[in-house]
Nanobody
């Protein structure tokens, strides 16, 4: 199973980005999917989580600004990010439980003027 993330880039404060992550390989079903991020010199942290049934959870720092969603038929998870702040700058990673967990390669998000 491979996860490939897309959509990172440079955005000004207050801007928006949408990340996507597609899982491929021998997949019968995917349980939960999630986005994590890791800023320089900081530990990797959970940003958002979504179950196979669509239940979601968010880090307090992104509630109301980020939305996680998934399309089960194409094994893809999305992270819509609005009102981005400089402190959102990090490498963003997707993770999926199939049920063994797999990680994507990461995509850089930089929020700067």
């Amino acid at each position: 199973v491979q996860l490939q993330a897309f959509g990172g880039g440079l955005v000004q404060p207050g801007g928006s980005l949408r990340l996507s992550c597609a899982a491929s390989g021998t997949i019968f079903s995917i349980d939960a999917m999630a986005w994590y991020r890791q800023a320089p010199e900081k530990q990797r942290e959970l940003v958002a989580y979504i179950t196979s049934g669509g239940d979601t959870a968010y880090a307090d720092s992104v509630k109301g600004r980020f939305t996680i969603s998934r399309i089960n038929t194409n094994n893809t998870v999305y992270l819509q990010m609005h009102s981005l702040k400089p402190e959102d700058t990090a490498v963003y990673y997707c993770r999926a439980w199939v049920p063994k967990d797999y990680w994507g390669q990461g995509t850089q998000v930089t929020v700067s003027s």
